[in-house]
């Protein structure tokens, strides 16, 4: 069901959210101006009052994915240059297949918007990938019985971004990485190949918010 507190975690949720925005990105930047708020892309449509698609939230039966991957696809190995084109979504697809039979009602990361729950996660994100830290601009969500948020590490992800194009994990590993994930796990080890052998990496981590709603800008 919707809820108003995190849904993965008995932490309250934050007054004020810190988002990156996007300012060469036109719509946001419209609704930044216009509109003082910005929306999550499921939480946007369902203002179009669809009885349908409102039934499909409530019950966590969207589907999210744009792509499925080709059940025919001749060869079992991949190019260098396919490997790379393909493996960021191969990283959101299997998240949102877990959160899709495991956790239908978490915000999905293809539809949330993403936040931090404090500025010095910004300046570590800033530090760390180089993110303009200018940018960010601090957001209130605006009450809704629609509104879902999810507490999770992002480092997760950024590990599983390398690891999807250096090495192939089989579905037992996968379910325990985005296991972990969902149910808002911190640091976690993968052992993983380099040009110089087999390495441990560890994620790290930095919390961030997946935000299913309106956040309404403060600044």
């Known amino acids: 069901m919707p809820t ?15 988002i990156f925005t996007d300012r060469e990105n036109f719509l946001t930047m419209h609704n930044l101006k216009i509109g ?13 009052k669809d009885s349908g698609f409102i039934k ?22 991949f190019s260098m240059f396919n490997n790379s084109v393909t493996s960021q979504y191969r990283v959101e697809y299997n998240c949102e297949l877990y959160r899709r039979y495991n956790n239908p009602t978490f ?26 830290i200018g940018s960010v601009q601090r957001f209130r969500l605006e009450p809704s019985p629609f509104n879902r948020v999810a507490k999770v590490n992002m480092e997760i992800v950024s590990l599983m971004r390398y690891a999807e194009r250096c090495s192939m994990s089989d579905p037992q590993t996968l379910n325990l990485i985005w296991g972990h994930y969902w149910n808002g796990g911190g640091n976690m080890e993968l052992e993983l190949p380099t040009v110089d052998g087999r390495e441990v ?19």
């Open 4 to 18: 108003t507190g995190i849904m993965n975690s008995n932490e309250t949720l934050p007054e004020v959210f810190y």
């Open 56 to 77: 499909a939230y409530l019950k966590g039966e969207l589907d999210y994915l744009p792509f499925i991957p080709n059940p025919v696809m001749d060869g079992r190995l």
């Open 201 to 219: 990496f560890k994620t790290g981590v930095i919390w961030e918010y997946l935000v299913e709603g309106k956040l309404v800008l403060i600044d």
């Open 107 to 132: 915000p999905s990361r293809l539809s949330a918007c993403y936040a931090f729950g404090d500025y010095e996660s910004c300046e570590s994100v800033n530090k760390i990938y180089g993110w303009d």
């Open 36 to 48: 003082k708020c910005i929306f999550s892309a499921a939480f946007s449509q369902l203002s179009l």
